[in-house]
T-cell receptor
């Protein structure tokens, strides 16, 4: 079975540009998570969905960030407009409730905003 | 609020030896899970081992075991017979019940296994 698939793996953009990160969770998983990893703040949860519905978006830094999950097999995290401080690795993860809390992570999308 | 602290930013160990990574946490919850995740240079986070707080028996997965001290809020990871492939960053993480998937991570410990 394929794992969590994220794209792009690397993204370099200029300040002010729109960035869209994509995620395909593991088939059959009903929860999806977006985490951000930076040197300063470590790993932090941005938002998570359960059955395609956003449950907790308290970690979303500001209105420039938005996330959607239009169906069970796809999610996007959008940053508009992007800023240099958004540079980070963004991870998507999925889980099924019966997995006792184990999250399955993608390989991450490394974003660099110049 | 829960916090997880890993006080060892970097560690190294010789191949085939044993190493212990430390983790402490703070919570007022009584029912929760603790995890160790491994992040190799490929970046993908992989679950190493998990511990349910209500279980007194320490979890073990092959060469990986934990020392869970609930009263002290301590959760250390022991890696026996270290292998070069164990070189990675290791994160301790906390999740309260019900299991929403919301992990609180520590800062991580970079482990270097030397040949």
């Amino acid at each position: 079975d394929a794992g969590v698939i994220q794209s792009p793996r690397h993204e370099v953009t200029e300040m002010g540009q729109e960035v869209t990160l994509r995620c395909k969770p593991i088939s059959g998983h009903n929860s999806l998570f977006w985490y951000r990893q930076t040197m300063m703040r470590g790993l932090e949860l941005l938002i998570y969905f359960n059955n395609n519905v956003p449950i907790d978006d308290s970690g979303m830094p500001e209105d420039r960030f938005s996330a959607k999950m239009p169906n069970a097999s796809f999610s996007t995290l959008k940053i508009q407009p992007s800023e240099p401080r958004d540079s980070a690795v963004y991870f998507c993860a999925s889980s099924h409730r019966e997995n006792t809390g184990e999250l399955f992570f993608g390989e991450g999308s490394r974003l660099t905003v110049l | 609020a829960q916090t997880v602290t890993q006080s060892q930013p970097e560690m190294s160990v010789q191949e085939a030896e044993t190493v212990t990574l430390s983790c402490t946490y703070d919570t007022s919850e009584s029912n929760y899970y603790l995890f160790w995740y491994k992040q190799p240079p490929s970046r993908q986070m992989i679950l190493v081992i998990r511990q349910e707080a209500y279980k007194q028996q320490n979890a073990t997965e092959n060469r990986f075991s934990v020392n869970f001290q609930k009263a002290a809020k301590s959760f250390s990871l022991k890696i026996s017979d270290s292998q070069l492939g164990d070189t990675a960053m290791y994160f301790c993480a906390f999740m309260k019940r019900p299991l929403t998937g919301k992990l609180i991570f520590g800062q991580g410990t970079t482990l270097q296994v030397k040949p």
